[in-house]
């Protein structure tokens, strides 16, 4: 239930409608604005500055020059503003968690469990960032020390999607703070204000002016700004494999390190042998938590013969007991979808799958509460032509395909471009340790849907990306090798 009013969160200071340059609350050069709007009701929100290029260059510029102290703090004093920022975040959980809702739609159960995520990655990177160490090498001359030390990288660029506007940000900003370097963001234009939050929490803990900056507005202009200025030195970015390979290409002249978290095609396989009971629940919440908006959500269910009508009766029968409704709505399982593009979208891929042999169990059609609302929808004789084979769908829409045996099902899997996350049910524990090593994928789950944590290193292979976020691995990202060699000793 909503606690908070939209005035008491701009009230309170949470929600600014301004862009956070050099430490100050800025409008764009021009004065442009656009409106956020509520997906659940489509009613605006809030405006925010409509920015480009000469706004990123300043934020690039403040940052460069923020750079030369903050890069020369301890790791000590970062690692506390880091915890102080995380520790603001759980003391304000719930309001915040009201802002996520408002802007991106989720129900208010999973901004809570994205705003806690968020503040445990900020957490986890104030503690690695006492262990960026060094290291000794043996020296093949007797006279020689050989020294290799980890450095921040400098300017850092963040480009981030709206499924999951904070968290997203959150393994990306709190990694690169804690290295000592300083960084740009560039939130999505459909959920801006738990991006301008970095901006609100680096100024409520004490981060000097330009370390964080956050840009809104002309992403095109924004992105080129970003990729293309030698001052910065890396750019991250999470969203499409479109945009990322076009941020890849941009970034070449430069010769910047990358960081690239894209799309997914998550496979998820149900053996013959697998524990059913727990397949159905692990399939539902994997497949429709964030309404199907989440780049490790399954978007094709691999059921092996023996098991895939009655695969397909339990899973349909769970799912018509999800609670379609408003984010804010008591009990609420299933909100909103981001926009009537999204929407335009399922209904594509709902309706290529019936036209080749594609039946709908349940759903399959948009839901009465609004337009951008979509029943959460099974369908059955799902086959490889079919659209949702090959695209991310990104919506509400289990997809069942039928295999036969273990190889077919590996295969199946396995054809596919991206190579994000892949999910399998078994109970036999060789079956276990083949199939783990047979999925291309840089994640997989084994009888579990949900894997994302602040210690596990989370990124894909193929056309799902390069570069890992989370764990000791996620900061080396922010981290470039010093060798120096000392002679005459
Ligand atoms: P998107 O269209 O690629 O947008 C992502 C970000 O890129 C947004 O901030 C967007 O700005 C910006 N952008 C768009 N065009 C740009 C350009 N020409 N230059 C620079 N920036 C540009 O993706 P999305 O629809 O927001 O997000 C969904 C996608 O993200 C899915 O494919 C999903 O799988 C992926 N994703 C991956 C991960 C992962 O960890 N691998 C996690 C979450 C999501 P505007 O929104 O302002 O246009």
Redesign the pocket.
């Known amino acids: 239930m909503k606690a908070f009013t939209l005035e008491e969160i701009k009230g309170a200071g949470w929600l600014k409608e301004a862009n956070y340059i050099a430490g100050e609350w800025v409008a764009a050069d021009d004065g442009r604005t656009y409106d956020v709007a509520d997906p659940a009701t489509e009613i605006r929100i809030g405006t925010i500055p409509w920015v480009g290029v000469s706004e990123t260059r300043r934020a690039i510029d403040a940052a460069q020059t923020a750079f030369n102290d903050w890069s020369m703090t301890t790791a000590v004093e970062r690692a506390d503003k880091l915890h102080r920022m995380a520790q603001l975040v759980r003391d304000n959980l719930d309001i915040l968690a009201e802002m996520l809702t408002l802007e991106q739609g989720k129900p208010l159960a999973e901004a809570k469990g994205e705003m806690k995520l968020g503040a445990d990655y900020i957490q986890w990177f104030a503690e690695e960032a006492r262990r960026i160490n060094g290291e000794i090498i043996p020296s093949p001359w007797k006279d020689r020390q050989i020294l290799v030390i980890r450095e921040p990288v400098g300017v850092v660029g963040a480009?981030?999607?709206?499924?999951?506007p904070f968290s997203?940000l959150s393994r990306k900003v709190a990694p690169a703070l804690a290295a000592g370097c300083t960084i740009v963001i560039?939130?999505?234009?459909?959920?801006?204000f738990c991006g301008l939050l970095y901006g609100v929490l680096a100024e409520k803990v004490g981060i000097p002016a330009g370390v964080v900056n956050v840009v809104?507005?002309?992403?095109?202009?924004?992105?080129?700004e970003?990729?293309q200025s030698p001052i910065v030195r890396k750019i991250t970015?999470?969203?499409?494999?479109?945009?990322?390979k076009?941020?890849y290409g941009?970034s070449a002249d430069t010769m910047k390190k990358l960081s690239?978290?894209?799309?997914?095609n998550a496979p998820t396989i149900i053996f013959d042998d697998a524990d059913l009971d727990l397949a159905v629940e692990n399939a539902t919440v994997g497949k429709f938590r964030n309404s199907g908006?989440?780049?490790?959500?399954t978007n094709r269910f691999y059921v092996q013969d023996g098991v895939y009508d009655e695969f397909a009766r339990r899973l349909t029968e769970r799912v018509q007991k999800l609670k379609v409704a408003n984010g804010f709505d008591e009990g609420a399982e299933q909100g909103p979808l981001?926009n009537s593009a999204a929407i335009a979208k399922v209904e594509l891929h709902v309706a290529d799958a019936k036209t080749k042999g594609g039946r709908v169990l349940t759903g399959g059609k948009r839901h009465e509460l609004g337009a951008t609302f979509f029943e959460p929808t099974v369908i059955v004789d799902a086959k490889p032509d079919m659209l949702i084979a090959h695209e991310?769908t990104?919506g509400p829409i289990a997809a069942l395909f039928r295999f036969k045996d273990e190889q077919e099902g590996i295969d199946a899997a396995n054809s596919t471009e991206f190579g994000?996350a892949s999910y399998f049910f078994t109970r036999d524990v060789a079956r276990i340790f083949r199939v783990s090593r047979a999925l291309q994928s840089g994640m997989v789950g084994v009888n579990a849907g949900v894997i994302t944590t602040s210690e596990v290193p989370?990124?894909?292979v193929k056309d799902?990306?390069i570069g890992r976020?989370g764990s000791a691995h996620g900061i080396e990202e922010y981290l470039n090798l010093k060798y120096i060699n000392l002679a005459g000793l």
Do not use: H
């Open positions: 480009i981030t999607p709206w499924n999951f997203m560039k939130p999505s234009e459909f959920t801006p809104t507005g002309e992403a095109a202009a924004i992105g080129a970003l990729t970015f999470t969203g499409s494999t479109r945009v990322g076009l941020l941009q690239m978290e894209l799309g997914g908006q989440t780049c490790i959500c981001i991310e990104f994000l989370f990124g894909g799902s990306g976020e």
